[in-house]
């Protein structure tokens, strides 16, 4: 398989402060790979725009062949990218089913109408571990499942990419091995994942490739193995983590 997307040179200045500078790397089809870096390093940003809420300041975003840089962010559900965000926000005021069915009625299912988004929803819930809690309003349900939430409401849209922001973050180490169990029967179904995570573990056991940043610049690409023998990356990354 080839690579489903590819950053190439993207840059990031906000007033004159560099926020990611000429970073490049390839995501491959079918695959998981994780960004990691210290806060501050320009995960994020760099998420911003290959998710099209920021526009690049120069470099080109490259998903399955085609040229998406700065290409508006409503458009990306129909070719198939979906994201979560590190601040969840579910809809209040809705059960978590619904919530999952909105995601669904905007989705590349193309759902004719409620009843079908529904029941998509509910295949979406059997797989997030969700279903039980169907009929709960998000309010009510703790950091771990409210996370399950925004990306069960994220697959209803059945994306080919899934940008990842650091969803295990605030877990316990159990309910981070469900997450990384999760993760990985998502990307067995054929979804290729790229996500940024702070917890090591995590990245050692579901990423094939890894690449890290450190002050808005990549500093190191490879095989979870590789990327925490290095020594650059120990001294400015993985040193800080085990002193933290």
Known sequence: MGNILEIQKLSKNFKGLKAVSDVSFSVEEG???GLIGSNGAGKTTLFNMVSGVFPPTSGKVIYKGQD????????YTGIGIARTFQIMKPLAHMTV???VASGAMY???QCKNLKQAREY???ILELTGLYEKKDWLPGNMGTPFKKRLEVARALATDPDLLLLDEVMA???PTETDDAIELF???NEKGTTILLIEHVMRAVANLCQKVVVMHHGEKIAEGTPE???????VIEIYLGKEEQG
Do not use: F, S, W
């Open 97 to 99: 089913l619904e919530n």
């Open 31 to 33: 695959k998981i790979t």
């Open 68 to 75: 998406i840089t700065g290409m508006q962010p409503y458009k």
């Open 226 to 232: 590789q990327v925490m023998n290095d020594p650059y």
């Open 121 to 123: 929803a509910e295949e």
């Open 107 to 109: 989705g590349r299912k």
């Open 170 to 172: 605030g877990l316990n």
């Open 184 to 186: 990985r029967k998502i």
